[in-house]
C-alpha cells in the first residue's frame, strides 16, 4: 500500500514557474514508476510525465515538452514535477501516482493539488 500527497499547487502568471511535490509512505518506493496526470473542467484525466522506477527514465506529454520536468528522490520518496513557463492551458487539478514496477495499472493515486495560471 502506498499513500500519496501532492502539494505545490497554486496561482501563478502565464510565464511562471511552480514545482509539484508528491511525497509518499509506504515501503519500497523505489520499486514504483512515478506518473503526473492533470485533469481539467470537463475533460479526461491525461498523463503529464512519468518516471521510471528501474532506470529513472522519463516519458513527457507533447504539450509540456521542453516546459516541465519530473524527478525523484528515492531517499526522500518524494518525486517532483517542475512546471515552467506555464500557460492557461497548463490550469488543471493535478495528481500524483504511482505504478509497481512491471504493472500496468496505476494503483495509488493522490488527491490533487489545483494549478491556477492566469493570462
Known amino acids: 500500500q502506498v499513500q500519496l500527497v501532492e502539494s505545490g499547487g497554486g496561482l501563478v502568471q502565464a510565464g511562471g514557474s511552480l514545482r509539484l511535490s508528491c511525497a509518499a509512505s509506504?515501503?519500497?518506493?523505489?520499486?514504483?514508476?512515478m506518473g503526473w496526470f492533470r485533469q481539467a473542467p470537463g475533460k479526461e484525466r491525461d498523463v503529464v510525465a512519468s518516471?521510471?522506477?528501474?532506470?529513472?527514465?522519463?516519458y513527457y506529454a507533447d504539450s509540456v515538452k521542453g516546459r516541465f520536468t519530473i524527478s525523484r528522490d528515492n531517499a526522500l520518496n518524494t518525486v517532483y514535477l517542475q512546471m515552467n513557463s506555464l500557460k492557461p492551458e497548463d490550469t488543471a487539478t493535478y495528481y500524483c501516482?504511482?505504478?509497481?514496477?512491471?504493472?500496468?495499472?496505476?494503483?495509488?493515486w493522490g488527491q490533487g493539488t489545483q494549478v491556477t495560471v492566469s493570462s
Open positions: 518516471i521510471s522506477y528501474r532506470d529513472g527514465s522519463t
Open positions: 501516482a504511482a505504478r509497481y514496477m512491471n504493472t500496468r495499472t496505476y494503483a495509488y
Open positions: 509506504g515501503r519500497a518506493f523505489s520499486t514504483y514508476n
